[in-house]
């Protein structure tokens, strides 16, 4: 068995994807790398997918596959990996060598049957033109390089949720809870990290900086304008993980608190790109998201809607959104998120 299965969803990615499969080739036979060609059309995603594959024929698969989008893509992989461990790494990203070795020597002392549901790592903002990077990390969060559960963890602060960068799932977890991304749906990626946290018991927290998540491109789905077009989807997924949260009863109330607090977060994602967009259709949307959010929990809706954040997106009139456009362009200067 593979110690660490990396998935690489690529479309169209002929132009970046190798400095992001050399940076996990670097695991050696530790680990596989299935790289998922979504059908691609444009440029030589699928020749470069084989050409690894046939270097690298005890590391690295390719999987060819009609063009299912970003999540069809991680299911793919998912479906193929028979690691102890999976990771997804987007095509335009990569990940830091020294901090992966640490990463492959900590999953490597793990005993059996005592491996941990879910390994949190640190992430950088790797943003084009920034002089400084930011890195995204947990050790005020988290214990340590030692195994907690959800009681252990304090205060997240608004920047540091974990997402997909930061995340490593123990394989099996994903496959009990039966994981499946919707298909042709962008932004599931919170998705991938939301649903499995009821199963999580057992964390484990490695202070390094791991993954470099590449901002920059004019196409990339968290530009604003990208965003502000395919608010649809947002909204899609936002409204999948209130239905989750409701359906999971997930018992550990730290747990229970940390999954209200990303839809809080969801929902203000969701709102300000919709008053962003400046379009009456769009403000009618985001009262529909929040009247979504009320019909399916009323008590659930008071926490998302009567918090700061859900305050802070939902101040009435041209003000209010003007206040929420305000509030977005500051935190964006902040963190730097896109």
């Known amino acids: 068995m593979k110690l660490l299965s990396f998935a690489i969803p690529c479309y169209n990615s002929a ?20 790289i998922v060609d979504d059908g691609s059309t444009k440029d030589d995603t699928a020749e470069i997918a084989d050409r690894y594959a046939k270097m690298y024929p005890t590391i690295v698969k390719a999987v060819h596959q009609e063009n299912g989008g970003h999540g069809q893509a991680v299911n793919t992989g998912l479906a193929h990996a028979t690691g102890k461990f999976f990771k997804v790494v987007d095509s335009d990203d990569w990940v ?12 490597k002392n793990f005993v059996e049957g005592e491996e941990p549901d879910m390994v949190i790592a640190n992430y950088v903002y790797d943003k084009v033109g920034a002089k400084r990077k930011k890195v995204i990390h947990y050790d005020n969060v988290f214990p340590v390089e030692q195994m907690f559960g959800w009681d252990d963890i304090g205060k997240f602060k608004i920047d540091q949720y974990i997402l997909m960068h930061s995340v490593i799932y123990r394989t099996q977890l994903l496959k009990d809870c039966a994981l499946q991304l919707p298909k042709h749906t962008f932004y599931v990626d919170n998705i991938f990290v939301f649903e499995p946290l009821p199963y999580v018991k057992k964390m484990y927290y490695i202070n390094t900086n791991f993954y470099r998540y590449f901002i920059g491109r004019d196409d990339q789905s968290v530009n604003e304008t990208v965003m502000i077009s395919r608010i649809d989807q947002q909204i899609r997924v936002t409204k999948r993980m209130i239905d989750s949260f409701i359906k999971s009863g997930v018992q550990n109330k730290k747990c229970r608190m940390y999954m209200r607090n990303y839809l809080r977060i969801m929902m203000e994602v969701s709102s300000i790109f919709l008053i962003l967009s400046g379009t009456k259709e769009n403000f009618e949307k985001k009262e529909e998201l929040w009247n979504y959010a009320k019909k399916s929990d009323a008590k659930l809706y008071r926490s998302l809607r009567y918090s700061v954040l859900g305050n802070s997106v939902n101040i009435p009139g041209k003000s209010g959104r003007w206040l929420s456009r305000m509030g977005y362009k500051v935190m964006n200067k902040l963190i730097g998120f896109n």
């Open 96 to 107: 830091d060598a020294r901090s992966y070795k640490k990463i492959l020597t900590t999953l």
């Open 15 to 34: 132009d970046y994807m190798e400095k992001c499969i050399k940076s996990v080739l670097i695991g050696g036979e530790d680990v596989e790398v299935i």
